[in-house]
């Protein structure tokens, strides 16, 4: 039984006190039986499957649940595994004639997901992409932004009903001090902020995606648009992709919307080429091919892939959309994004957007563009970026010694390392290993498409009356990717990178259990 989200969230505040796991468990299952989220005739997920979720002993959850067993709250059915009793003075609530599951129309929880422990800051050795390092987010600027944000003549400004409006000041920052940075000038109407760069991609596809629109994705790639796509059209195919990133053959032309990461291939940090950039621009003007550039983690290097022209730079035909964001050069939890496109497009998307949610926090953007206009921002990215800088070349120094049989790949400005282990490597069974010693790392497997994802959307469509295709003939299956991890470091500090390699190197040369 693979455990979902849902069992995910109901232990994602679970403290770790090795001392206290089993009572811990066995307490958060109680509370969820009591309280009536977990349904009576609610199947539990079998021991192993939760112990591996949550990173503990198999025999930590068995006891939790002998002891849950014994106080009447589970029932053991043998061969089916443990399920939630029908309880004393408890009343089962009626599910009706029809359960959940058959009312979904698409269930997003059975989708593979990147997946992070929400408790990552107690583990000493993060090394993750995409979380933030506290030490390095500029505390006082961001509170002197929000405090100017708050006087009485700014909460007049920023606290009416924008409908699908933006805050002004935060556009004119954007254009003036945040975009010219990448080569970007955008006119009146060209830019929209949306929550997060997750937001902006969740759009476009809804926007741009219909159900035969022929789509082309990256794999590898971020998961998250693939299922996003996946989820829109039956026609997605894996663009051609090498060592520089997406290759303008075929594939790439026979595609109406191709999504992209130029700035760094995501997950191999590759960064495309000035040449190999105009190659692509070309070839989408030629093919009626509308780019969506995905800059995820632009602003933050020393290295001068700052100066590199992203695609919307070079575009002079409007078929580029850029995505940006500064979850990745602030902190996650701002989620704040922005999407530069044609006007026609954006104006578009002010609608959809409200439709959706009207428009996003603009006490957020009223501060964000306050401590820009301040100067916080551009000081901020220098100081981060030289921390950044020196975390990658200490961890690029001490790979060949400690994890010497492994082949790493970090282009110039990525905020994180691809590894390639040794033949033989599962990299999920090292996650989990690693993770008993303090480390987190990424498993590879995950941004490679499934051929099963495409054969359940083939069923999933048939019972709906839709006969599609499926796409695994088209696709690198995951296992290429099983050899590989992603090890990011933008969450760890620099002085906790070697005593981290060095137990992942322990690791690989003994073998994850």
Known sequence: MQIDTAWRLLFGGMERDPQGLSARVRGIIA???????????????????????????????????????????????????????????????EEGPDDWAARFAIRPSRMPQITKPRNWTDYPYPFLFGQ????????????????????VQEITRWARDMIDDDDPDLLDQLCHKVLPR???????????????????????????????????????GYPDVRHMVGMATADMRALTCDTYGVVPDGVFASRRVAFVT??????????????????????????????????????????????????????????????GSFSKVLAPGLRIGYVVAPKPVVDELRVLRRLMLRHPPTNNQRSLATFIQLGHYRQHLRRT?????????????????????CRFRRDFGAKSFWIEGP?????RDLVRAARDLGVLIEAGDIFFVDPAESRDLVRAARDLGVLIEAGDIFFVDPAE?????????????????????????????????
């Not at 929209?192 to 991609?201: D, N, V, Y």
């Open 31 to 93: 509370d969820a039986i009591e309280t009536g989220l977990l349904a009576p005739d609610m199947r539990v997920p079998s021991s192993r499957s939760l112990a591996e979720a949550l990173g503990i002993s198999r025999n930590t959850v068995n006891a939790a649940y002998q002891h849950l067993i014994d106080d009447g709250l589970l029932v053991a059915r043998e061969r089916s595994g443990c399920f939630v009793a029908a309880t004393e003075g408890r009343t089962a609530v």
């Open 423 to 427: 033949p033989g490597l599962d990299s």
């Open 481 to 513: 990717g099983r050899r590989h991890f992603r090890l990011g470091f933008t969450s760890i500090a620099t002085h906790r990178i070697e005593p981290g390699l060095r137990r992942l190197g322990s690791l690989l040369r003994s073998g994850p259990a």
């Open 182 to 220: 990448r080569g970007i000038f955008a006119g009146p109407g060209e830019i929209i902020i949306t929550i997060g760069s997750q937001h902006a991609l969740s759009m476009l596809v809804q926007l741009l995606v219909g159900r035969d629109t022929p789509v082309g994705i990256e794999n590898p």
């Open 385 to 405: 970026a030289t921390v950044l800088q020196e975390r990658a070349e200490r961890i690029a120094e001490l790979l060949p010694e400690l994890l010497p049989g």
């Open 132 to 151: 933030f390092d506290p030490g390095l987010f500029p505390t006082n600027p961001w509170r002197e932004s929000v405090k100017a944000a708050s006087s």
């Open 262 to 323: 130029v700035g760094h291939q995501c997950p191999t940090t590759a960064v495309m080429p000035v040449g190999r950039r105009r190659e692509l621009l070309d070839a989408a003007s030629r093919h009626g091919v509308v780019l969506v550039e995905d800059d995820y983690e632009s602003d933050l290097s020393v290295e001068g892939d700052a100066d590199l022209p992203c695609l919307k730079s070079l575009d002079r035909a409007n078929r580029v959309i850029y995505t």
